[in-house]
């Protein structure tokens, strides 16, 4: 299972294995703070592609759009927290405020869709 959580939210028990997906580390969060498992940069959107969802040139489905054509050459990157997700919760710990349309919902949906087995 993956799920989607803010960095500014608390752990929880359910959390299983967490891992922040952004590329730039969190305002206001110090590292010994965050309760994470890994930092996973590799999955988060280009600084391009991040800097124009949020400077409103691209919408969220450009965005999404541009983003998921990123995340294809990087099946490998993925299929390691894919395999986390089989064998438990999955947690992606992400800053953005709007909780509805971010990158981590558009990363966990990737994940999902992928295949362990080629």
């Known amino acids: 299972m993956i799920?989607?959580?803010?960095v500014y939210d608390a752990p929880s028990g359910q959390d299983g294995y967490r891992v922040l997906v952004d590329r730039l580390w969190p305002r206001g969060v110090k590292k010994t703070?965050?309760?994470?498992?890994?930092?996973?940069?590799?999955?988060?959107?280009s600084s391009e592609l991040r800097k124009a969802f949020h400077a409103d040139v691209l919408d969220f489905a450009a965005f999404?759009?541009?983003?998921?054509?990123?995340?294809?050459?990087?099946?490998?990157?993925?299929?390691?927290?894919?395999?986390?997700?089989k064998s438990g919760v999955l947690t992606?710990?992400?800053a953005a405020?709007?909780?509805?349309?971010n990158h981590a919902l558009v990363l966990a949906q990737w994940?999902?869709?992928?295949?362990?087995?080629?």
């Open 33 to 45: 703070d965050l309760n994470y498992d890994e930092w996973c940069k590799d999955l988060a959107p």
């Open 97 to 101: 405020k709007d909780t509805r349309q």
């Open 64 to 85: 999404r759009e541009a983003y998921l054509a990123e995340l294809a050459d990087k099946r490998e990157t993925g299929l390691p927290l894919k395999a986390k997700s």
């Open 111 to 118: 994940l999902e869709s992928l295949s362990i087995s080629k």
């Open 92 to 94: 992606l710990l992400y």
């Open 3 to 6: 799920q989607c959580k803010r």
